[in-house]
């Protein structure tokens, strides 16, 4: 039996294959759709005595990346409209619509037969606690296999039952380490955390998943058996007595309590393992359906994953143009930043030259990377044959010659205009007219960069931020003349080489180093940290700079760590009302200068009670803006 999201095969041991593999997606998610036709398989397969045990895996590169988020915002938005028609039932509603991935997950594992959970590639979030619910867990033996419960990232926290059985499986402290921090696992650390039961070789991951099935797998989970003892110890105990005061304080120490659902997992855990398992899912439920309403839940989903999807799928990128396929790319100046983009371009793999002056200047470049190729084998985060791909497809060269059919050309050279300059004329005389030129510039102007440029409609901007192989961000930047198609080869080079652009217009700064720079003049307190660059961050849309608030947003969470919490610069100004937001300003400024002066954009949308979501609609006027 098949269908769009789930394949089964039932063998002639009696042991059903479930393959996760939905059509026309790159990545599993649990949608309705999914969560509906897997509770459909499970009804299936109890009815089916032909049915001994079931293996659930993907048939794709990656297992899941854990459920669609924007189903939250579906049950928010049902639970606004219960409140108006029914108030005293929207939060019984919202509660037991949370609920129904973890009951899914105990009907799974209550269900009498054994299920087998392998993992082949990276499984986060609700597909890691579906395969928790599971009886065994095998998992693939490859660098590309990681396991983590990430919701704490944007604002929520594992609730399908992630609170409750990693504490069952491993001791209490490791627990909250990984699901307070949204740490990744190796195959290897999730075995020795006693998450997973076996790590074979990727080709023996289903032969290995049918024999725990065949060799008697209890299809009971340890804390449904009598006597069952936590791996870490009671709560109240004399290890428990170690943990949870010095847990609680550096949560505080780390947080300062602006982040709740990493507070709501310690509450779940600690309650959760004083009752039985069943009631100790309510208690995750119940704070899961809090940290839901909350502000910092609704403005870190909306920035850091709803809006990062959009933006990382092209939700700037000019329509009507053919993607960009790379065939090779190239790269002026080796230093620091140079090295960097050389690495991370090969390790996209797309072939890329590195050209500096002199050979030994390039080598060295090229070295940069084989230093993180070596560091990444001995991590076990590469394997030797990946290593060895990625230094082939580097290149070095003093010839600028050598870039005359490169697709796109990224000049990192000195921060010097007229060192620029040099580079830009030399460059051009050599690569064919059609070719996007690109520099990569934190401080100079892209238009007047441009001027050095016979075709300024093909000259761009792209700043790439240090390092470059560990930061995710790119600002992508528009001269006066930078074409559509220019824009559109940029994005699809950064889209290959799975980083997050911004576009912003050009200016002095741009937009990343504009509100940093803010930042960096060491204010005390908290209000002025956030306002003052949230304040030159709308001064940014007044100016037509940035035009779009899901980039303002993730240009100053990824670009400096302005406060995740808050969802970005825009978020925050939104989260707490324009005119809240101006008349707070209005206090600083009296107090301590004219840098917290509300500009005109935010006076005007205060007194009318606009949000930038609102009034700057990334949406489009048949989508509501959140």
């Known amino acids: 039996m098949s269908n769009e999201i789930y394949t089964v ?32 398989l499970v009804d299936r397969f109890v009815a089916d005595d032909a049915v001994k045990g079931v293996v659930f895996t993907s048939g794709k590169s990656s297992f899941s990346g854990g459920a669609d988020l924007t189903m939250m915002k579906t049950m928010l938005a049902g639970m606004a409209e219960e409140k108006r028609a029914n108030p005293d039932n929207a939060q019984q509603l919202l509660f037991d619509q949370v609920g129904k991935m973890s009951q899914l997950f105990r009907k799974i594992e209550t269900c009498g037969k054994p299920w087998v959970s392998a993992i082949n590639g990276v499984c986060m979030g609700g597909a890691f606690e579906l395969s928790l619910a599971c009886h065994g867990r095998v998992v693939a033996d490859s660098p590309t296999v990681k396991m983590a419960l990430p919701e704490v990232k944007v604002g929520i926290f594992p609730g399908a039952g992630g609170t409750q059985r990693v504490p069952r499986l491993t001791n209490a402290q490791d627990a909250l380490q990984m699901m307070t921090t949204g740490q990744s696992l190796t195959p290897s650390r999730a075995k020795a955390m006693g998450l997973v039961h076996e790590v074979v070789e990727p080709k023996k991951l289903i032969t290995a998943a049918k024999a725990m099935i065949k060799g008697g797998l209890s299809p009971v989970a ?19 007595a ?32 004083q009752v039985p398992f069943d009631t100790g899912l309510r208690i ?11 502000t910092e839940a609704q403005s870190m989903i909306r920035s850091l994953f709803v ?37 991370v371009t090969a390790k996209a793999g797309i072939p890329v030259v590195l050209i500096d002056r002199d050979l030994e200047a390039a080598a060295k470049g090229k070295a940069y990377s084989e230093d993180l190729v070596k560091k990444g084998l001995q991590k076990g985060k590469t394997t030797k044959e990946e290593g060895e791909k990625l230094l082939s497809l580097i290149s070095t060269s003093t010839d600028h010659a050598d870039l005359a059919d490169a697709d796109l050309v990224i000049e990192a050279v000195f921060e010097d205009r007229d060192v620029k300059k040099a580079v830009t004329e030399s460059i051009e005389a050599q690569i064919r007219p059609t070719t996007v030129y690109a520099s990569n510039t934190s401080t100079l102007p892209i238009t007047g960069l441009a001027k050095n440029s016979k075709r300024p409609k093909n000259f761009i901007g792209i700043h790439f931020f240090s390092p470059v192989d560990k930061m995710m961000l790119v600002e992508i930047i528009l001269g006066r003349k930078t074409s559509d198609k220019a824009l559109a080869v940029a994005l699809d080079y950064v889209a290959a080489i799975k980083k997050t652009p911004i576009v912003v217009n050009d200016t002095r700064g741009f937009f990343v180093n504009r509100c940093v720079l803010r930042y960096m003049n060491v204010q005390e307190l908290k209000n002025r940290f ?16 940035v035009t779009d608030p899901r980039e303002a947003d993730l240009g100053t969470i990824l670009g400096f760590g302005f406060a995740p919490y808050t969802g970005g610069a825009l978020s925050y100004i939104d989260s707490m009302g324009a005119k809240a937001f101006v008349d707070m300003c209005a206090g600083l400024a009296r107090k301590y200068g004219r840098q917290f002066r509300a500009p005109k954009l935010l006076i005007d949308m205060a007194e009318k009670g606009e949000t930038f979501y609102g009034r700057f609609n990334p949406y489009g006027e048949d989508k509501a803006a959140a």
């Not at 005061?245 to 509450?267: D, G, V």
């Not at 959009?310 to 790269?331: H, Y």
């Open 9 to 40: 095969d039932v063998d002639n041991d009696g042991i059903a294959l479930v393959t996760w593999d939905m059509t026309g997606r790159s990545m599993n998610v649990f949608t309705q759709a999914a969560l509906e036709q897997l509770d459909g």
């Open 222 to 240: 340890p804390w449904d058996v009598k006597g069952f003892k936590l791996p870490g110890g009671q709560i109240w105990s004399a290890q428990g």
């Open 242 to 273: 170690q943990l949870w005061p010095a847990a609680s304080a550096i949560l505080r120490r780390e947080t300062q309590n602006n982040y709740p659902a990493a507070k709501a997992i310690l509450q779940s855990v600690f309650e959760g393992l």
């Open 284 to 294: 995750e439920q119940r704070y899961f359906s809090h940290i839901l309403q909350t």
């Open 307 to 343: 809006s990062m999807q959009e933006i990382n799928k092209g939700a700037r990128r000019p329509a009507g143009i053919k993607p960009t396929k790379f065939r090779k790319i190239g790269v002026v100046g080796a230093g620091f930043m140079g090295a960097g983009i050389a690495y």
């Open 530 to 545: 956030l306002a003052v660059i949230a304040l030159e961050a709308a001064r940014t849309v007044e100016e037509g700079i």
